[in-house]
């Protein structure tokens, strides 16, 4: 049977480049519609009923989590794939407790979004490389839990690092952080690329899933 899909993402460009690809791997894909934003894609799944949905998680209106809640309390068979450039183990929880049956980072869309929609229309779940990547960090990482206290004295955080491992494990950018908490953007970055070093993390998307972890930000 055809697996009808809607896709849901802000940018038109994306919106074509997946339209323009997906019958190409398959005669069975059929791009039933396609949805501009979070409020725009509840709409169109309730009035098109598609098999499937690749959901941009991050979109005006209504974000692609809670757009998918609301798309699962109506229609539980319509299986949700997560496309994020997120890559925390925090963001991973949110997409699972969404419903989502898959979620692919935008950097391995190329490389695993055909076998996502294969995988995740057989309602079997899917992470793309990118992801599995986090929970193995993740995995590897969870039995040196440490107290937060323990940790900032350990690797001896300054006021000013914690202040900006915060302001960052909440969504804030470099640029944004370092105008929160007044200070230049290089030297923000400098803070960041410290924490960094003295955690042993290698992308900001471990260094948040870290803090929350070690509890070294309030959850």
């Known amino acids: 049977m055809p697996v009808r899909i809607l896709l849901a993402d802000d940018h038109e460009v994306v919106r074509k480049g997946l339209r323009a690809l997906l019958p190409t791997e398959s005669a069975d894909w059929k791009v039933c519609g396609e949805a501009i934003n979070g409020d725009d894609a509840v709409k169109k799944a309730k009035r098109l009923k598609p098999d499937l949905i690749i959901m941009d998680i991050t979109m005006p209106e209504m974000d692609g989590l809670e757009a998918t809640r609301e798309i699962l309390k109506e229609l539980p068979d319509t299986e949700v794939i997560i496309l994020t450039v997120h890559d925390s183990q925090q963001m991973l929880s949110r997409v699972l407790a969404s419903g989502a049956r898959g979620?692919?980072?935008?950097?391995?869309?190329?490389?695993?979004?055909?076998?996502?929609?294969?995988?995740?229309?057989?309602h079997k779940p899917f992470l793309s490389s990118g992801v599995s990547e986090v929970v193995l960090k993740d995995y590897h990482l969870r039995g040196t839990g440490q107290p937060a206290e323990d940790i900032r004295q350990k690797y001896r955080l300054t006021p000013r690092e914690q202040d900006l491992l915060s302001a960052i494990a909440r969504g804030k950018s470099t640029k944004e952080a370092a105008a929160a908490l007044g200070i230049s953007t290089k030297t923000a970055e400098t803070h960041r690329i410290n924490l960094m070093r003295k955690l042993d993390v290698h992308s900001t998307g471990e260094l948040v899933s870290y803090a929350f972890r070690n509890k070294l930000v309030p959850t």
Do not use: F, G, Y
């Open 103 to 122: 979620c692919v980072l935008k950097s391995d869309v190329a490389r695993d979004l055909v076998n996502a929609i294969k995988t995740v229309s057989q």
